[in-house]
């Protein structure tokens, strides 16, 4: 069954930083785009960012562009997000999300999420 | 951050239609899909539907999606209680070049 197993979050001071990690099993990772959902505390959705198949392209949201950079290794079956000068309202459960098709690059149709990983920005 | 716009409530009761609308812009779901999902408390988010109107495999036919110029609608019919949850839609947006989720609409089955 396809896993999505997101590691890394925790409690980080404003202007720190954190590298989540999401690795995945059960599919052929390199065939799939991948993107990060966050959610803040009793708060919506909010798209962060998305990497292409290949790793070549990405996109972020403008809350986050020039601070988070995504990534990801086929060869390990992992997408990462490295979040630097982190601020109190990036504070929020991150989750990892797989397109459910293999053909596009640009995906918002997302059939596996991983559990979410919490990532706490205080002083 | 930017959010498609969406009534932050909806209720119904067993059995009734609602409908949940979602607004935006010629720059996202004026020139792009709409996806809808369903977050039940404590879970991760749920797709119900993708390209506007289609149901992934699995989904009942209660749920159903459309979209109009720069405006969707999620429908779900039948109302039963475990569609209590929130809501959420999505678009591309070209102009930010990323994806725009809607503030979400908490669904009371009463």
């Known amino acids: 069954e396809v896993q999505l197993l997101e590691s890394g979050g925790g409690l980080v001071q404003p202007g720190g930083s954190l590298r989540l990690s999401c690795a995945a099993s059960?599919?052929?990772?390199?065939?799939?785009?991948m993107s990060w959902v966050r959610q803040a505390p009793g708060k919506g959705l909010e798209w962060v960012s998305g990497?292409?198949?290949?790793?070549?392209?990405?996109f972020y949201a403008d809350s986050v562009e020039g601070r988070f950079t995504i990534s990801r290794d086929n060869s390990k079956n992992t997408v990462f997000l490295q979040m630097n000068s982190l601020r109190a309202e990036d504070t929020a459960t991150y989750y990892c999300a797989k397109c459910e098709v293999g053909t596009v690059d640009i995906c918002l149709r997302f059939d596996y999420w991983g559990q979410g990983t919490l990532a706490t920005v205080s002083s | 951050h930017s959010v498609l716009a969406q009534p932050p409530s909806a209720s119904g009761t067993p059995g009734q239609r609602i409908t949940i609308s979602c607004s935006g812009s010629t720059s996202n779901i004026g020139s792009n899909y709409v996806y809808w999902y369903q977050q039940l408390p404590g879970m991760a988010p749920k797709i119900l539907i993708y390209q506007n109107n289609q149901r992934p495999s699995g989904v009942p036919d209660r749920f159903s999606g459309s979209k109009s110029g720069t405006s969707a609608s999620l429908a779900i019919s039948g109302l039963r209680s475990e569609d209590e949850a929130d809501y959420y839609c999505?678009?591309?947006?070209?102009?930010?070049?990323?994806?725009?989720f809607g503030g979400g609409t908490k669904l009371t089955v009463l």
């Open positions: 059960a599919f052929t990772f390199s065939t799939y785009a």
């Open positions: 999505v678009a591309w947006d070209d102009t930010l070049n990323g994806g725009i």
């Open positions: 990497i292409s198949r290949s790793g070549d392209t990405t």
